[in-house]
């Protein structure tokens, strides 16, 4: 998100106006960050009982995504920062651990990877 704000035609003195114009752009931290702190959402039961969708945040273009299951079978989205996991055994415990590529090779490795637990419905 890029915030704009515009300062313009200040009084300073005795009526003389000083006309000026300067922009400033402010970029969220998260979409903008050279190494940023990825983190993963469970939603449980969408998009039917028996699943969960596993989302990664922030996504960036350019990134690669890997994702892997503790349990069940990834149904859809491989290689993109959305997964639906699907175990129908019900009241199981499932981790979707998804590891990103791409990211500037300063950043540290340990932080290319998020995960999250849901417990299946």
């Given at each position: 998100?890029?915030?704009?704000?515009?300062?313009?035609?200040?009084?300073?003195a005795a009526g003389a106006v000083v006309l000026a114009s300067s922009f400033l752009f402010a970029c969220s931290p998260s979409s903008t960050a050279k190494c940023p702190a990825f983190t993963v959402a469970a939603d449980v039961g969408k998009p039917e009982?028996?699943?969960?969708?596993?989302?990664?945040?922030?996504?960036?273009?350019?990134?690669?995504?890997?994702?892997?299951?503790?349990?069940?079978?990834?149904?859809?989205?491989?290689?993109?920062?959305?997964?639906?996991?699907?175990?129908?055994?019900?009241?199981?415990?499932?981790?979707?651990?998804?590891?990103?590529?791409?990211?500037?090779?300063?950043?540290?490795?340990?932080?290319?990877?998020?995960?999250?637990?849901?417990?299946?419905?």
């Amino acid at each position: 998100m890029i915030t704009l704000k515009t300062i313009t035609g200040k009084t300073v003195a005795a009526g003389a106006v000083v006309l000026a114009s300067s922009f400033l752009f402010a970029c969220s931290p998260s979409s903008t960050a050279k190494c940023p702190a990825f983190t993963v959402a469970a939603d449980v039961g969408k998009p039917e009982a028996g699943s969960a969708t596993f989302t990664l945040s922030p996504t960036r273009d350019g990134l690669s995504y890997n994702w892997s299951t503790s349990a069940g079978t990834i149904a859809s989205g491989q290689g993109t920062a959305s997964v639906v996991v699907s175990d129908p055994t019900a009241g199981d415990k499932v981790t979707a651990t998804v590891e990103v590529s791409g990211v500037d090779a300063s950043c540290p490795a340990s932080g290319n990877t998020a995960s999250a637990t849901a417990n299946m419905p």
